[in-house]
């Protein structure tokens, strides 16, 4: 056995636990063209603000991953400590294997995937449209996984018109808020800032819930409206 990183301990020797923020991230075809261009940008300019919430919760070690779903589910990469996460910019085409996607999450849902102290995980999804797969035996295997059924913080993000909002809330569930609606690109950078940061500060805090059932801040204007 190695012995622990030192800097995963705290000022009085007790080890941090760690809060695993997932984004499942759709990539499908009709996320093609301003959609995706308009997420990496969300998310690029996302990641200095998930930090300084970080910085500021500093009993928690924040660890970030990505799930993307189109024609199936990949992960992309392995799950990164967020101060050394770098976001590689996403294409989209192909379908949209939501329910694929959410059974790919289960499995990493398990204490034997996530050992040691851990927060209840945080689970971002984003996405403009309804799922061509499977989705309810996606999100069963999702809710039986044992991190999952024991507390996961879980929201999501609907892009534009043609996202499915009662497809939405199913994944968020009955304490996980409503999805929170982005029209343009402005409201899809705010959503993504507010959504990550709020969970990592309240996270640590055992109030994550509550923050997101507390809504989202003033609206951004942006040029480009999805639904015109």
Request: charged share 25%; net charge negative; with cysteine.
């Amino acid at each position: 056995m190695t012995s622990a990183d030192p800097k995963t301990f705290d000022f009085f020797g007790v080890q941090r636990r760690r809060l695993h923020l997932f984004f499942l991230i759709d990539c499908s075809n009709s996320m093609q063209g301003e959609k995706i261009k308009s997420l990496n940008y969300a998310m690029r300019g996302a990641l200095p603000a998930m930090r300084k919430a970080a910085d500021d919760n500093p009993e928690a070690d924040v660890f970030l991953r990505i799930l993307t779903f189109s024609d199936g589910a990949a992960w992309r990469g392995p799950a990164a400590p967020l101060h050394e996460a770098v976001w590689e910019d996403l294409s989209a085409g192909g379908l949209t294997d939501f329910g694929a996607a959410l059974a790919l999450l289960a499995e990493e849902l398990d204490p034997e995937r996530l050992p040691g102290r851990i927060l209840p995980p945080v689970l971002i999804l984003v996405s403009d449209g309804q799922p061509t797969d499977d989705f309810r035996a996606g999100l069963a295997k999702l809710e039986a996984a044992p991190l999952c059924a024991a507390g996961a913080v879980r929201t999501a993000i609907a892009i534009g018109p043609d996202a499915d909002p009662q497809i939405l809330q199913l994944f968020t569930g009955p304490e996980g808020g409503p999805p929170l609606d982005a029209r343009d690109a402005g409201e899809l950078a705010n959503r993504i800032r507010w959504a990550s940061t709020v969970t990592i500060q309240a996270a640590a805090r055992g109030g994550a819930r509550e923050a997101l059932r507390t809504g989202i801040d003033a609206d951004k204007p942006d040029p480009f409206i999805w639904d015109q």
